[in-house]
């Protein structure tokens, strides 16, 4: 578990370092968040992409792998590993988002983890790092959908001892959620079937260009029903 959990930080690093994100100046949908949104990118086919081309509007996609919550490396905010930080000012319609995993991951292990999931968001919903960066995006003016993870029903991946972490996580997002009509909480925890391993990459964790259209579609659906 070490030795993963060491690769997937290394390799959020250099596609971090390595990705350029691309201006969009018409751009009316923001898009944020950690390697669930971001995957895929180079072969132009993350879920921002798929998100453009459902509803044919541009997306501003300033996602970055490894992004979480808290972060105190230098340059974590000016490279979006700061995932509040990946958020700027703009005439944005819709901002979409995901995050919270990688401080259930690295921060506790996705084991003992009611400290770091208080932190993130209450179990009303209404106070944590999460609803605080979402007020902040509501006060812009946009409308917000934020979603959860996708699940690996019926088949291994070694983050499986955080399904009960993301359970309460969607939860408690669904709850923020309740609270603003201009906030809507997508659960993806129904997304892959059962047994099926073409949703995800080899290494399990994150969506291969299908799990990232799958997801494009759902969120194209609440945007342009």
Request: with cysteine.
């Amino acid at each position: 578990m070490g030795a993963l959990v060491l690769r997937i930080v290394l390799t959020s690093l250099l596609i971090c370092l390595a990705t350029t994100l691309a201006a969009e100046p018409d751009a009316r949908i923001l898009l944020m968040g950690d390697s669930m949104m971001a995957s895929n990118r180079f072969e132009g086919q993350s879920v921002g992409d798929f998100v453009q081309a459902e509803t044919s509007l541009p997306v501003q996609d300033r996602s970055v792998v490894g992004a979480r919550y808290f972060y105190y490396l230098p340059l974590s905010g000016a490279t979006g590993l700061r995932l509040p930080a990946q958020y700027h000012k703009g005439d944005w319609d819709w901002v979409v988002l995901n995050g919270g995993g990688n401080a259930l991951l690295f921060g506790c292990g996705c084991g003992d983890c009611k400290r770091m999931m208080n932190r993130l968001i209450s179990t009303d919903g209404k106070t944590g790092a999460i609803p605080e960066l979402v007020a902040t995006l509501r006060a812009g003016g946009a409308k917000v959908i934020y979603t959860g993870y996708l699940r690996n029903p019926g088949t291994s991946t070694p983050i499986k001892s955080c399904k009960p972490a993301g359970d309460e996580l969607d939860r408690r997002l669904a709850a923020m959620a309740s609270l603003d009509q201009g906030v809507q909480f997508l659960s993806l925890a129904d997304l892959v079937p059962y047994g099926d391993t073409s949703y995800h990459g080899i290494d399990r964790v994150h969506p291969s260009p299908k799990g990232s259209r799958a997801i494009g579609v759902r969120i194209s659906r609440l945007i342009a029903p």
